[in-house]
Structures are given as C-alpha cells and as structure tokens.
C-alpha cells in the first residue's frame, strides 16, 4: 500500500470509477482547463489540480469544462443523472452555493419523493470549504449543515486521504445525490491508500481513539484538532474518545449515543459558524437521545457568528483548534 | 402539411384530450375537493402537440408549473394524472408530487417544476446523457416568457450551445408571467432575439397553429437528432384560465379571454385547416373530442374513488438508500 | 384598538413606514401587478395580496414590479440599502431562496464585516414558509434555519398579527438585513392591532402562557399548536411554560434557559424538517447552557426528514401539530 | 480628444498608479508575506481609467473579483488599499475584506466581490438609489468576460433595462475567464451582441485604448445621468499576470503574454498618443510614473510596520446591533 495526498486519493477514485463505468463523467470549470485558449489541454485540472490527467485519458467527452454558470452545471448534473449518467460535478468552493442551491433543494434532492419513487438521481458534488487560507468570508465557509438540512441529500467530509477513497467510491455508486466536501487545505495531507477500488459505507463513523472520559465528535478537519486535542488531554489523565463523523447525512446516531452513554460527556466540534450547525445537531441528539447518561453540559466548540475574517491573525483567533477543544473538554471532564 | 392521417388524428386527439382535461380540472377545482395549486395549459395545447407529436419515449421533455398539457402530449397516463392531481396514492407519484410536479420518467417527461426556470438546466442535462450515451434522444425544454427572465434559463441556453447538445428550448409566450406582461418584464420585448442572440436559432411562430410549431420543431429536433446542436421557437399563444386556479385575473382586459376563446383559439384554427384542406372531417374531430371528454371523465371517477397514501407512505422514496 | 388580520398589519406596518421614509420601497413579483398588461394597475398587490393599495398610494416608483429574476431582486435591494434605500423586497415563496441565496449569504449579510464596518444594509426581504396549503415540496419549506445560520443577517417569524406589525416595522427601521417569514397559512389570522406604528424589539422572546411543568418553546404557526397543547396539557394538570422566539437571530438564549431552569423540561417545535434545525439549535442551546437543572431528555418535536407531500392525508402525517406535542410533553413531564 | 491637460495627467497618473501597485503586489506576494487570494489587473489599466475617469463620488462602481484597478480608478487610498491586502488593522475594511472585498463606501466603490457575476445586481441597486433618490448618480458595473456567463449578470441587465435604470455595464473582455477562453465559454463568441439583445446600446471598443474606453463611456455616462436608462460597453484588453498569484498559465500560448507586454501595452499605447498629439511631454509621463512608484513604495513600507488586527475586532462589524 503507498501513501497518497487526499488529492491523489480523490483522483484515483474518479479515475477508477470513470474506468470501470461509462455513465459516470466529471463537469465544471476548469476541470480540464485551457479550452478555447492556446495553451495546454487540461491546463488545470481543477482549480485545486484534483481532476488533473481525467482529460487526457477521458477525453472532453467525459471531463467537460463549463462557462462560469454553476446552476446550469448543478442543473446538468441532476438532469443527466436523472435520465441515466452517473455525473460527478465540481462547485470549486462550498460557498458558491449561493448561486445555484435550487438545482440541490429543490430539484435534485426532492425528484424522488416528489416523483413517488420514480426518479433516481445518482449524481455528485464535489467541492471544497473551510479556512485557513485567508482566503476571507467568501471562499471559506462550512456549509454542510444547510446541506444536511435537507432531506433527499447525502452529506460526506471525510478527513483523511483512505477515507476520501472509500467515500467518493461509494458517492458515485450511490443511487442519491452527495455532496462531498473536501478542505481546501488538506489536499497535501498522505496516508495509506490501497491502489485498487474500495467503498466505505455512508452512516458509519469512525472511532479514531478509544477513551472513558469523554466523547470528542467531530468532522472535517477538525478531526484532526479533536485527534491532537485528545493526546494533549491524555497528557492530563483525560481519555477522550474521538469520533470522526466521516457522513452528516446519515449520521451514524449510534455511534454517538453509545459513546456518550460510555463517557457521560460530549464536546463536539464544528468549523462552521454555530447556528443550526451539525455541532447543534449532536448536540441537540444527545440532549434527547442520551440524557440520562450524561454527566456533564454539552459543550459546542465552532466558530463565532462571524463571516471569516481576511488576516490571518483573525482567522487564527476565529477557526476552533485543538486548545479550544482542550478547554472545552477539562471544563467539563476535569 | 406533410402530416398523415393518423399524425392528425392524432394531433387533435391530444390536443382535444388536454382541452377536455384542463376544462374538467378547473371544475373539479371549483368543487374543493382537489388540493393544493392547479396551473391549466388551456388555450396553449397547438404549442405542446405541436413541440411533441414526433418525440419518442427516449426523448425528454422538461416542463414547467403548468405541466399537464405538456405530461399528455408526451403521452402520460390521463387517469394517473387525475388520480395525482386528486393526491391519491396511485397516481402518477403517488400523491406526493400533485399538479406542480407530475412527472412520469418513464415516458420521458422529466417533471413539471414550481420552481420557475428550473427545467432549463435540467434539460440541458438531459441533452448530455442523449449525447454522451448516444441514445438518439433529443432534450425539449418548456420556458414560459416569464420564466425567460430567470438566470437558470439564460445560464442554460448558453451551455447547451457550448456543449453542442440535443436541446430543444420551447419559449410559450402566452404574454403573460403571473399577473405582468411580457412587454414590461423582457427588457427587449423580443423573446426570440434575446435566446437567438445566444448562439442557436430561435424561430418565431404563431402558437395557436399546430401546423406553425409542429413545422418549425420539425427542424429544430432533425437539427438536435443530427448531431447539430441546440435551437429554440418562441410560440405565442393565451392561456385562458387565470394564473393558478383562483386567480379573479384583474389584470386582463375586458373580454380579452372571450376574444381569444372565439378567435385565436387553437382547436378551432386545426378544424378549420384540416377541413378546409380536406384531411379529416368533422365526425372525426367530434369523436376525438367525445372520446377524450368519455377518458377524462373516466378519470376523474377513478379518482375520487382511489384511496389516499397513508402512513406507510410518508417516509419511503425519500432516498433509494439510506 | 382595531382587529386586523395578519396581512392587514403587514400592509398597515409598510404603508406607514413608507410614509415615514422616502427610501423605504417595495420591490418584487407582481408586489403591484398588471404592468404591461391591459387590465387593472394594482391587479395582485402581491399574490397573497399584502402588498394591495401601496402602489395607488406611492406609484410604481416606491412600489416596483419586477421580472421573475430572484437574483436580481435580492442583488437590487441589497445594493440598494448599501447606498441609500431602504427596500422591502419580497420573495414570493422561500423556497425560492435556492435561486438567489447568495445575494444574502455571500453579499447583503456580509458587507458590514467585509468591509470593515463601513457599510450598512438595512434591507428587509418579506417571503412566506410553511405546508397545510397542498403547495408539496417546492412551496412549503420552512428555511428560517438556513439564514440563522448565516452571521450578518436577522430572521424574524412572527406568530400573530401583532407582533407581525411591530417586528416588520422593527425589521424596516433596523440597520441590518433582516428576512421576515409569513406563514402562508396564517395571513387571515386576525388580533388586537394598534393604528399607530410601533416597533417590538428583536430577540426578546414572547412567554405567552406561565408554566412550571415542562416549557415548550416554538416559532411561527407553531406557537399557535404549543398554546393549544398547553391547553390539553393543563387538561391532564400539567402545566406548560409557552415561549414565542419572535426572532430566531438573535435568538433570546435569557428567557429560554431561565425558564428551563425553572421547569427543568423542554419541548422544541419547529415545523422545519429536524436536521440542522431550529429544533436542534435551541437543544443544544439547553445541552449546554441548562444541563444543570435539566430533569428529562430535550425532545424536539419537527416535521421528519422528507420533502413536504402534496396529498392532505399525507401533509397532515406529516405537520408538527399540538397532539404531537402533547405526546412529547407527556413523555418527558408525565 | 477633448481632453484637458489635467484629464490626461489625471488619466495617465491613475493607469501608471494601477500599474506599479499592481507589479508591486506581484513581488510582495512572492515573498508569501501577503495573505489570501490575489487576481491583479495589470493590463486593463485602460477599461478602469477610462470607465472611472468622469465619475463622481456620488457615482457608484460595483467591481469583481479583479479590483485593485477599479478601486484606485475610483479614488480608494492607495496606501489603505495596501493595508488591506497585507491584512492591516487601518487597512480599507480594517483587514477584514482582503483582496476579493476591498471596498469603500465613501468613495462609491461597492466591493470587489469574490463571487463571479455578483456585482451585477448590485450595480443595479445602486442605479434604484440613484434614480429614486434622484442623486444624479450613475452606477458602473464591471463585469468579467467570463462572468457574463453568470445568471446573475443576465438578470441585472434585463432588470436594468425594465427599470430603465442609470447603469452602465462595462465587460472587461480579457479572453479568459480563469483557465478558460471566450470563445469556448460565451455560445455566441459575442458578448456585446448577447447584451445589446437585452434591449440596451452595447459598444465594443478597443480596452487597450485609453482614449476609445473613455469616448464610449463618456456617452454611457451621459445617457444614464440623462435618465434614458443602462446601456454597455464591451473592452478587450489582457491581462499579464495568472489568473490569481502563483497560477502557471499553463493554458497560454508561448510568449503570449510578452507580446502583449511589447505590442498591447495600454501604458504604451497612451503615451504613444498623447506623444504624437504633442499633448503631454515624456517628462511629465515619467514623473507621473516615479510619483506612483513612490506612492506604492511608501504604502508598502506602511503596511508592513502596520500593526494586525487583534480579538478586540474579531467580534465586531457584524452587526449594526445585535
Ligand atoms: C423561482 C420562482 N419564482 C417565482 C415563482 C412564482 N411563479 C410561478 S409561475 C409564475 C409565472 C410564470 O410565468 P411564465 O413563465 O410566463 O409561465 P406561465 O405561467 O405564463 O405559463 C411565477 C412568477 C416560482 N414558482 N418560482
Ligand atoms: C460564482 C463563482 N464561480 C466561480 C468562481 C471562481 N472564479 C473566480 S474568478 C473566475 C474567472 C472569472 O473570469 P472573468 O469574469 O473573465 O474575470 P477575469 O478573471 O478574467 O478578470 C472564476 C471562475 C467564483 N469566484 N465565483
Ligand atoms: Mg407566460
Ligand atoms: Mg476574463
């Protein structure tokens, strides 16, 4: 087995997927890039390089560049899927929902229950959130609780480079319509990743460490702070037990529930802004779900109610990170 | 007029059924007992038959929140629709679409759609599976003149010119978006020009004639069929009833329906062609039009007798998988 | 003191607010009606009718009909109120948010922190929510979740005629972009309404019914199931504590713990699908905030995870309602 | 060429301003010192200089993703702007906007915008204020090639004409949107045409040229601030630098952007003109020139002794009150 970037990953995935099933076909700007000009074909491959090299080997019959027109891609998408191609569409940031979410909410998402079963509308969405880059309150967002929000919808944030694979696999397969959100930053983050095919099923998340003391939920990369979190609170005597989300939708309940009713104590941990976010999500299950078994106030670590600020200085003060977890967690588990 | 007999016959069956259905629907209404909001294509049927007398079931169509004279021409059960309208849990989705999202995938009939300008996008998407899977199949898609203000419409007229795909834009200007005229919301006042000026040809026709749009769709799927991508018709024709069922229609002038329904209306014109020229006559028309008043009654029948969805109902559908 | 219905008080609350200030205008969908056309000037005044006789009264400059282009709309209102105006724009259905959310997520609610403070957006944007017409998937959202989560932006839901007016005119005066959510349902609801203008202030909570059993907070229609729950409940001697939110941002956290402290019991309804909900939001609110004197699980009482179905049948399975509530409120208060 | 003599100092200052904070922006972000995304203009110097140069501070322009140049073309603080972009506490939007959203109300200039096609509806807002408060005012849009592709901008322009509002749209054609050319991405090939068929006058002129920029605009201008309504110009000019700081430009042809450098340099073409014409003298160019050079200099010597915003701010700008 190699070590691959989250990149590589996500490329093998849609390389092995477009191989082995003709329906499926990669769209949105510059996923190849240079069209109508007169440089290199597949001049970019993806603003973030994810889709480098489909173009070459799928031609621009399969990897189809658009104009700067996202509701008609996310249109195309949910037309072509619901009429017989298995389309993987790039939104290059979260954020540009904004333009075109009608062709999600209200069309892709909802064709099969308004159409009595009748439609499916096997597409995907891959796009990009989080911050960290300074790339300010327009290309930074975590908009996968307004996603989540609506049933019809499937939501993946993987957090490593194996799970991003084994989701995306299992997205294009997927007989509804995903959203798959990859962090802007993580791209360069390796691990080891089998070269052949693999699905991880949706709804079940990953118990990244084991832990008596409190449950730590988190997702995204924020699996990464609450994992950093946890060996920090270790130091301390706490065992924190770390559950990595890996889907919002469906959320693996269970998992949750059990953890709590083990450790009696929950922080959860959300980049996004906290209004109506998967942080009070959990939160809100484990006040219904698991109440008798909790020992201790739910602790919510997200951002402010705040867009995302420009300098680094105020991004730095603004994203949650593992000491913020760290105090969250000996406030209630110390 | 190169049509057959049984191309006509057909015509005016289809048109004659939506005419029976819309008229039924809008006294069903009245009574109460169908829910929810009802939009009837009356008054526009030559645009629908016209557009989709010569589609096959491997084309698509994309329809709009007025939907069932699209849904019939591309030849969707008349009972499933009555039953779907009356929200029963054999209707066509199972009583959880209704009137603003019938649809019959099936048959090629991608949806009609709430959300204004929605379909296009879609039928652009359905343009690409014809392509890329080779089906043969071309993509039509409904507009209203309202809805040719929406940017989803614009966003995908451009892309199914960059992409040189299957699609058929169908523009029905019935003059009006809701309660606004077309005069005062399309900037230019010209539907056609503003589409043309995308890159496809858009031709202008009168869409009270079958003959008119049935002839100028003709070349425009041969066009889509061959390969040679997209192109568009703005027909115009009224619609008769108001916006949605309801709707005191303050807005038209006084007797302005009436002077269409006497004059510009589109069963009458199709008469009257086809037996000035001698193709049918009038005991065929008055059959096909007994017939469909015989299946839409029959509908509505099978509708108010058909039980509701119920519990068990409510939660399935949503995924295929969860 | 008058009765009026909730669309007269929202028509009242415009008219006077126009009157008041020349940069308050109205735009939208057929908000006067009949441009164009050969018929009556005014013909819809909105097709819920709320927006009738402004347009006699200020004429088609202050009272503007737009084309069917949602994206304008919002862009125009809110480049508007960054220079000058003070438009009420409204969106027919918000459900059809999807095609035009970014102008209020990426532009009108987050200029003020872009752009360091230097701009100011005070925009209103009127649209309805809510099922029990037969309207099906696309027209019987509840999205108030969706812009609660967005920092920058207020979101009122009003419950009755009267706080509708105070917290329109509130809404218009306010110096932030505001969304104001009618129930379609609900505009023939008549109340006490005061001729004369006056404001209620936002995020402070309505407790409509003392109780000291278990508290049932709710918002829009909903409040309307809680009042008559508690009145069953009283039936069966259990007294509930009723609280209106009014506004969902900012959200009055005070009165919803102080009043779980005191009962030691919640019941969150929310007509909203559950994910990511108010519903949600206002558990973990109390998870965290209330724990203490938490005695049972936090129920959350929403429509479930599906689109809104067309059939009455099925909308009825479907809606939240007061027996509903009374069943998650026995479960927990019994 | 009715230009003064302080006009045309005016207009070469301002290019030679955009120029040198433009080429200074490259090495400063080279030095990875400054944060954030980076699209730069040089090149288009001309569209900004010549769209702006007659506006007022009562004028409004809402700006893209690309905007050093429209915010120095409006009169923004160039050493503010500087501060900004290294993410400053004093900067224009107090470090909080960066780059894509440097802004400043005071002097007309609505944002740069980091979604693509959204200042359209914008700019037609600010044209609303103007008309409805009747200010007198004007509302620019500047509008990327490949943002014309965008919903949004279609709306806006049909919304304009509708309104018949003082707007004026200027597309900034500089053959790519991104890693993507015009002439895949627009169906037509044509944007001034797509426009014009929005029901509005819509020149093409040559962006390089200062002078053709400035004589199409000035009847832009005056047709809005006369109140007969939006209209358009389309300007071609490149760009030199990547799409954003750190792109390759994989998809340009060899030596592409050095020819434009030598052959299509707006900065060149101008002095080249104003030379000919005898209307300025080489000395006055080059001054204009250093006194830029120091402008920027010094405002990069500010931002970098500038202190960072801190937590005091992280809370704050939100809200009015909340
Ligand atoms: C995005 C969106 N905006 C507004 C509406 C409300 N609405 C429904 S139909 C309609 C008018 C459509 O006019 P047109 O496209 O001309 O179609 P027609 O009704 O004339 O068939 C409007 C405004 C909607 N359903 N969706
Ligand atoms: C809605 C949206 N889609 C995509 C992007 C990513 N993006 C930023 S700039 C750009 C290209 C814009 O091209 P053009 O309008 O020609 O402007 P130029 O960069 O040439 O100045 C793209 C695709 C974005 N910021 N917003
Ligand atoms: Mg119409
Ligand atoms: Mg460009």
Redesign the pocket.
Known sequence: MAKKTIREAINDALRQEMERDERVVVMG??VAGGAGLDGEEDAFGG?MGVTKGLYGQFSAARVIDTP?S?TAIMGMAAGSAATGLRPVAEL??C??M???FDQILNQAAKFRYMFGGKATTPMVVRTTYGGGLGAAA??SQCLYGMFTAVPGIKVVVPSNAYDAKGLLIQAIRDDDPVIFFEHKTMYDLADEVPDEAYTIPFGEANILREGSDVTIVALGKMVLEAREAADKLAEDGIEAQVIDLRTTSPLDEETILESVEETGRLVVVDEANPRCSIAADVAGLVAGGAFEMLKAPVKQVTAPHAPVPFAPELENLYLPNADKIVAAAKEIAA | MQLSRDDLLSAYGTMVTIREFEERVAAEFETGDMPGFVHLYAGEEAIAVGACLDLEDKDVIASTHRGHGHCIAKGCDVEGMMLELFGRKDGLCGGKGGSMHIADLDRGMLGANGIVGAGGPLIVGAGLTAKTLKTGGVAIGFVGDGATNQGAVFEAMNLAVVLDLPVVFVFENNYIGEGTGVEYSVGSGDIAGRAAAFGMPVEKVDGRDFFAVHEAMRACIARARNGEGPSGIEALSPRYYGHFEGDPQAYRGDGEVEKYRDKDDCLKIFRQKVLEAGLLEEGDLDQLRDKARKEVDDAVKAARAAPAPGKADLMTDIYVSY
Chains 1, 3 share one sequence.
């Open positions: 700007e510059d603003v700067i996202e290059m940031f954020d540009f904004g333009v075109c327009q290309h």
